[in-house]
């Protein structure tokens, strides 16, 4: 019922800038929290932003002040602009909703290298 879409994940160097994008094709997303979330190679899957449908954000400590998540209800988009990239934001980057089911994006790999 509900499909997320990632795109724009691939590799920078540190200090450079990404920005992700996730579309839902499920009814009435602009009610709906949507969340950005990441994994590394052996670490625990990990939130990283939230946006409500009312505009409120959150995010976590690690990306404060570097990350903005943003949405376009128009388009039932959200997007991750990540600048000051680190090479520990290296992860696969999943897009979430809850809508009384889970769905899950297929995830877009980010890697921060030189």
């Known amino acids: 019922q509900v499909q997320l879409v990632e795109s724009g994940g691939g590799l920078v160097q540190p200090g450079g800038s990404l920005r992700l994008s996730c579309a839902d094709s499920?009814?009435?997303?602009?009610?709906?929290?949507m969340s950005w979330n990441r994994q590394a190679p052996g670490n625990q899957r990990e939130l990283v932003a939230t946006?409500?449908?009312?505009?409120?954000?959150n995010y976590a400590d690690s990306v404060k002040g570097r990350f903005t998540i943003s949405r376009d209800n128009g388009k039932s988009t959200v997007y991750l602009q990540m600048n000051s990239l680190k090479p520990e934001d290296t992860a696969v980057y999943y897009c979430?909703?809850?809508?009384?089911?889970?769905?899950w994006g297929q995830g877009t790999q980010v890697t921060v290298s030189s």
């Open positions: 499920g009814r009435f997303f602009s009610i709906y929290t």
């Open positions: 979430y909703t809850n809508r009384h089911y889970g769905y």
């Open positions: 946006i409500t449908g009312s505009g409120s954000t």
